[in-house]
């Protein structure tokens, strides 16, 4: 890609001490910004969506409330953020359970807990995410035995991104900071007793209680107000930094075990870490990667012995040569380990194959530098993001196909679908380097320049039981009206516009994520002219310089799949009117706003009926418009049987938890000896949604989800899905 400049590959600031944070730059929600695009001036707050009428929603609200979430068939919780809170010397307590810090108000220190319980102060969760998970199985462990996960954190990433994705760093919700929670009118007298712990009246003012107000589901940002930012010296949109953690699951025994390295050395590798993108394992099972971007420069990859005997913690090493790492996977047969990473060179992606050795040895140096070997096997224009096993064909050999990230304002150089030459039983090597092929770009299909930029490859599967390759687009909320206000060219709306019409323009830059596919072909390729759009819009909303204004610009394609709720084609109906409905009520026009998924299938089930592919989302209804309805809280899943011509919804309400937001991994559970399960981790950056009771207007106020059992913080589980419509005949 041609023009890109570099900037900070982190979620966070690429200070990590007063000395960097002069110079440092701050991060693009795409690892880089588009060619043009001033960060530091466009880290200012754009707007904010028009108000609602509340008591409209509440009344809208209360309807769906009687409307009840569809479910996985079948929900078990592996692990939660609140098995770790011993860690950080918290317990259940008189104050609730959970957490990992002590909170005081904004910009005040974070208490020691005392006795197990935050004192004077509410319990905080700051891990939000299970970024990388890595599925383990011990070697010459019986069969159904010897199953473990190892994953990897990142804290507060709802905060990172709405910092630098919509340039708010304004610490929210003020009103948590140790002030009221704000009131309003009940319909019960003084004169009768108070309908709710907490109501007050003012004494020749009020005729009825005034009462604390439902709020919305509770997560924090301090910014730069924060302990971290004034400490280390970090900008506001880092301040929310926590060092990551990594993660044992025993799944014999249930035991959950905190490896993230400690002394010195070992200490200060995890402490240079956004959070743990990636864990990925040796194709032999005996050592297992976790890493991901680092705090000042490169990508920092740590490695842990999985057997048990001896030291788990080998070393760490810093690779300046790349900016980001986001996936790994054993792909081939014989297996090979391969990962997805940014180069720092050129602005492209890389794939690499690990070539080490896992051979223990009395020297930990050597160990280390044995460990810690890869080689170069692809050459991408952007990252992948995502990336999937092709086949076998006739002859046992394979593709991979990746979904890249490159935030390009340029049709052709924009983020899209690559594909590996064929390889065997070698696997992809060195001179596989040159020879991938782009076979879509989403430059195809938008026709807005500068929203273009915020289109990133999504997921991506081959559903080889059904012959199709699947992939899905991905959108940062938000960040195309920051493109739009800081690009200065000819298809950008500007500054002047954002300033004018700042609600408008967060309206009709919004895009929701897009479903594609094409048929695999023999030689595993893809019919390129057999592409299908399966869920996206005929029309976009894009910038015209001449009208001054957004105009509705027809994008070449028909959705061909239904709706899964069954009224219509499977879009958004994100045409310019479809979109400024959202100004009427806009709390309730988006409840499937999805911006990002993750997909993974099950190919090999003990029944092959059992065969399915499911995308799991990224929600942002409500976390972005405040959606005001439990039923509608939570991350949703969309499945696809073979031979199917729809997707159908397996879940709504976020595998059980309606504060999960996001499906953020979705894999096959290696442990299940059906092979009709999910394994998937889930985003959950609510703070202070937790299982504790709290301060309100001077009163004990049990949390807001307190009754539904829904807490913030990560969570791993394993699914089930509903078989889903029968499949129609003859197709």
Known sequence: MKGIRYFCATLLSCAVSGAFAAGAEVYGPFTVPPAGIDVDAASHRIGSMPAADLSALRAAAGELDNAQATTPASIQILTQASDASPNFGLSPGSDGSGGDECFAGIGEPYPTPSGGECVNSRRKQNQSYPW?????????SEPGEGHRLWFGTVANPACVTGGFGLGSFEPTPAEYDAEPFPLEASATPVADPAPAPGCVFEEGVDTVWQCPAPNSPEYFCEFGESQIAKELGFRAPSGDWRQPRVYELNRDTGVLTDYTPAGSAAAAAASQLTGFRFCAPTPDQQVVFCGGPALGFGVLILAFDTSGEGPRYIGS??????VNVRKGFNFGTPANLYLGVRSASGDTGRLLRWTGSTAPSQFPELRRLQVFQFQEVGMLDGDPREF?????????RYRIAASTTQPSFDPGEASGVWLSPLFGEAGLTTADAGNWQKVFDFGAYEPDRALLANTSGGAIVAFNADGYLYWSSLHVAGYGATLHTYCLASYCAGFGYSLRQPARLL?????????????????????????ELLCG????PTWSDAAGDFVDVATGWTPSYPSPTGDGPCGMGMSVAGQLKAEEAPYLDYLYLSSYSWAANLNNPANPADQRM??????????????DSRSQWGADLYCHAPGGNQFYVADTGGAGNGLNYGYRIVRPDEADPTGTRFLVGMANPFSLELSQLESR???PWPNNHADTGWTGGWNIRSITVDPGPAVPSGL
Do not use: H, M, S
């Open 132 to 140: 990388g998970v890595a599925q383990v199985k011990l070697p010459d």
């Open 317 to 322: 090493r810093q690779y300046g040569g790349y």
């Open 388 to 396: 999937t096993l092709v086949g076998p064909d006739t002859e046992g």
């Open 507 to 531: 309206l009709l830059t919004n895009r929701a994520a897009t479903f594609w596919r094409a048929p695999i072909q023999p030689d595993l390729g893809i019919d390129t002219a057999a592409i």
């Open 537 to 540: 819009e005929p029309t976009l």
């Open 614 to 627: 499911c995308f799991g989302t990224l929600d942002l209804g409500y976390t972005i418009f405040g959606q």
């Open 697 to 699: 207007n001077g009163t």
